[in-house]
């Protein structure tokens, strides 16, 4: 979409307010907005935003990040493509912006930027990324004691639990659809008051936006009929948590032949997605800290609970890292693809997808193979035959999971100097405050945050 175009949709529209939002280094959506009587302004200068920001954590406490502090200024500049008419808000519509210098070069602590740059390096190799994020949630109903209650009791795919959400959901659907995201499918899941809703694939950077503007609809959507929508990962410590699966297939750049397909192969995989599956494996306990980075996602992240908790794949293993997904009836080379089980909606989708890029083409490159499927429950396996497999457990805290991020010299090379600098020390900030404090000031500043 042009700047034009996008002045008169927004004209169209009686926009009044428009959203420049972002996803912080907490995962964290934020943002700025400007006046239609602006936009045409802003469209070309953006809104300045101080440098801090990136070192601020999820409790509004910067961090004493070299070059992040007072002094200094970048540009959220929006990009047109991204524009939408909010169906939730009045008179309002939104972009994603993009953190610019004032020279208009890419901040090096943008996690947006960070993720084209992942896309470009796959275009390099011939490759273009398809992606779908695959969330869960938790509709709430909170009473005056400022405790929330799950609306239903009802069981996994319970037929009980869609009447008890009929409405609600029937009002994201149409929030979705009204933004151009394609539905995939709906159900009631394991937990009380859970639901998941996964959305259609698309490239890269629109499934990475498709995030921040889903989070947004079903928050919002919630609100307006008096619920809390919680998409944290463990909102109700002794429910089921809340994924956010990261389904990808590998395509050629003119995104014609899904290139991870191979009809010869037992499990339909191609060579090249075994490398790039490989990655992901190698470099899954550091690239934790971007896909599941809060220190409530340790909360889910355990055996035998469905959400992964070893460094194993296996086909349509539901508890292993990786599954690969068997392809749709008469379908099958379009719809291959890998799912990874370790992330939830606390991240920051632009770091979750771009640090899986990453690991997948330093698996590419050096040819990497990912070892004999799990055709088990990995839990199940003994200490020893998980070691002669070469699965591992993974980071049981947010902090070890950090630690190992700092150790990945691929995926600190691949985030650059300024954006892993300030994302290891917001985050570790947010380690050592929750862990200061007892379970409650966990769950309530993680609840309705994300």
């Known amino acids: 979409m042009s700047r034009e175009q996008v002045i008169t949709a927004a004209n169209k529209a009686h926009v009044r307010l428009i959203r420049f939002l972002y996803c912080d280094n907490g995962g964290v959506i934020r943002g700025k907005l400007a006046h239609i009587n602006s936009l045409a302004r802003r469209l070309e200068t953006g809104i300045g935003l101080t440098v801090a920001m990136q070192a601020m954590n999820m409790l509004d406490q910067l961090q004493p990040v070299e070059g992040m502090g007072p002094v200094g200024e970048i540009r959220l500049t929006p990009d047109p493509d991204s524009f939408v008419v909010l169906p939730y ?64 009791t009802g069981l996994c795919f ?13 009002d994201i659907i149409a929030a ?23 959305v259609r694939h698309a490239p890269a950077l629109r499934a990475a936006d498709n995030q921040v503007w889903f989070r947004e609809t079903v928050r919002n959507v919630a609100h307006r009929h008096g619920l809390l929508a919680s998409l ?28 991870l397909y191979d009809p010869e ?9 075994y490398h790039f599956m490989a990655g992901v494996l190698a470099h899954l306990p550091g690239l934790l800290a971007l896909t599941a980075p809060s220190y409530n996602s340790y909360r889910r992240l355990q055996p035998h609970f469905w959400s992964s908790a070893y460094t194993a794949w296996g086909p349509d293993n539901r508890e292993a890292a990786v599954r690969v997904a068997s392809g749709l009836w008469g379908h099958e ?56 497999r070469g699965i591992e457990r993974y980071p049981t805290s947010q902090a070890a999971a950090l630690d190992a991020l700092e150790q990945d010299e691929v995926l600190l090379e691949a985030l650059g100097p300024d954006l892993s600098r300030s994302y290891l020390a917001v985050k570790r900030s947010e380690y050592q405050a929750f862990a200061a404090e ?13």
């Open 89 to 152: 808000a009045p008179n309002s519509a939104a972009m994603m912006a993009d953190m610019l210098t004032l020279d208009r070069q890419p901040w090096g602590a943008c996690p947006r930027s960070f993720l084209k740059r992942m896309i470009g390096r796959a275009a390099e190799q011939g490759f273009s990324i398809q992606a779908a994020l695959e969330n869960e949630f938790s509709l709430l109903r909170p009473d005056e004691a400022g405790t929330y209650t799950p609306i239903d």
């Open 158 to 170: 319970s037929s009980v639990s869609m009447t008890a959400a009929a409405e609600v959901m029937d």
């Open 176 to 198: 979705l659809e009204s933004q151009g995201i394609a539905i995939d499918a709906y159900y009631p899941e394991l937990g009380h008051g859970q639901h998941e809703l996964p």
């Open 232 to 259: 944290a990962p463990k909102p109700m410590p002794e429910q089921a948590g809340n994924g956010c699966h990261i389904h990808w297939s590998v395509w050629d750049t003119a995104g014609k032949n899904n290139l």
């Open 265 to 273: 192969d037992r499990y339909h995989l191609s060579q090249m997605g």
């Open 333 to 388: 080379a379009e719809t291959a693809n890998l799912e990874l089980k370790a992330s939830d909606p606390s991240h920051n989708p632009y770091l979750a997808l771009g640090g899986l890029i990453a690991a997948g083409l330093d698996g590419v490159a050096r040819q990497l193979t990912p070892g004999e499927p799990a055709l088990i429950d990995p839990g199940n396996y003994s200490d020893e035959e998980r070691a002669e």
């Open 438 to 450: 007892e379970l409650g000031f966990e769950i309530r500043h993680h609840i309705y945050k994300f």
